[in-house]
């Protein structure tokens, strides 16, 4: 079984949207930062962006900055990934990951406990 389930990849064209969903089972969002990476064929995995599990406070790579928002409901322990304006270079496998520490640093990676089995994201040109 997982504790951390991804879903909402699917195929799109250049400049659409897409919504991805990462729902915990046997824990709380509310302790763990939580965030998305994703894996392209012949590259190796790359983090996307990162929300903290106390302050909220968010982090996104530079090359998705402005076009992709991280949030999450604690209410439904779902931590989302809303991409915008979408381009064929963010075709990959993405993967949600969660640690439980109160706040993101630069060596939050470190204390990954769960890690999603991933989503299928393909952009058109």
């Known amino acids: 079984d997982v504790q951390l389930q991804a879903s909402g990849g699917g195929l799109v064209q250049a400049g659409g949207s897409l919504r991805l969903s990462c729902a915990a089972s046997e824990f709380s969002f509310a302790d763990y930062a939580t965030g998305w990476f994703r894996q392209a064929p012949g590259k190796e995995r790359e983090g996307v962006s990162v929300?903290?599990?106390?302050?909220?406070?968010?982090y996104y790579a530079d090359s998705v900055k402005g076009r992709f928002t991280i949030y999450k409901d604690n209410n439904k322990n779902t931590v989302y990934l809303q991409m915008n304006s979408l381009k064929p270079e963010d075709t990959a496998v993405y993967y949600c990951a969660a640690a439980p520490v109160p706040k993101v640093d630069s060596a939050w990676r470190d204390e990954i406990r769960y890690w999603g089995q991933g989503t299928q994201v393909t952009v058109s040109s």
């Open positions: 929300i903290s599990a106390s302050d909220g406070r968010t």
